[in-house]
């Protein structure tokens, strides 16, 4: 079995660079190889534009699904886009580790995904959801938040977390894969949180460290989280009369 971590934080040294190497040193001692993605450190450059297609479909204009999807069909893809392609077809398991900024995945993330997730290759029309590349595939978020876990509940200040990382679990899940629960740490600042002392806070991070790694070993059975697929929608796209998940106002 084989594991790529995509690491998205700028300081390696962070705590979302220990969750990082926790993953790395509990999946390897399961028996996976682990290959890491180190976006800030390998100066991945997360914004698609004509400057990455020197050899044009439309040289007039700048369509990116176009020139995804011809670069794709003639091996031109941009060379960092090419290495991370591969890693996702060599990985069985995906686990995307990153801070929650402005209640999203940072921008280097992101565009992570606008520039990978290449149409023509990774999805197309006909090749998505439960009809996507990767069937097989597990990914999963690891994901740090700066306030403490009562704020993301459903009626939190900070927002559902639910709802907050339905955005990224549907753009995984549009590629055919198995989006497993996520982890998410909460309270993970700079320092001490207010109402705690340095030393309790400290320790409190081991723990979540420890929880994490726990979690790994039992990411065989865990069930991910349910979508629904093509034989659910009607010819307009939405959940069929009927539909056990439809509700109506």
Not at 85 to 92: G, M, N, Q, T, V
Request: aromatic share 12%.
């Amino acid at each position: 079995m084989h594991a790529l971590i995509v690491f998205c934080h700028p300081e390696p040294r962070s705590f979302n660079g220990a969750l990082k190497d926790v993953a790395v040193d509990s999946l390897q001692q399961q028996g996976y190889s682990v290959e890491v993605s180190d976006l800030y450190a390998e100066g991945f450059d997360p914004v698609e534009g004509a400057a990455h297609y020197p050899e044009r479909a439309e040289p007039d204009t700048f369509f990116p699904l176009t020139e995804q999807r011809n670069a794709f069909e003639s091996g031109a893809l941009p060379a960092d886009v090419r290495r991370e392609i591969e890693r996702l077809e060599r990985a069985d398991l995906v686990i995307l580790q990153f801070p929650l900024w402005w209640h999203a995945q940072p921008a280097m993330l992101k565009g992570w995904f606008d520039r990978v997730f290449v149409y023509g290759g990774l999805y197309s029309g006909r090749m998505r959801y439960d009809r996507g590349r990767f069937p097989e595939k597990s990914v999963m978020l690891s994901v740090t938040t700066g306030a403490p876990a009562p704020t993301f509940s459903r009626h939190g200040r900070s927002g559902h977390i639910v709802t907050l990382l339905w955005p990224i679990h549907y753009s995984l899940y549009y590629l055919g894969v198995r989006v497993l629960p996520p982890q998410v740490t909460y309270g993970v600042q700079g320092g001490g949180l207010s109402y705690q002392n340095a030393a309790a806070f400290r320790e409190r991070l081991e723990a979540e460290k420890a929880a994490w790694g726990q979690r790994l070993e039992g990411l065989n059975d865990e069930a991910p989280i349910p979508f629904a697929g093509w034989d659910d929608w009607d010819e307009q796209g939405v959940l069929k009369a009927g539909h056990p998940a439809a509700w109506t106002l």
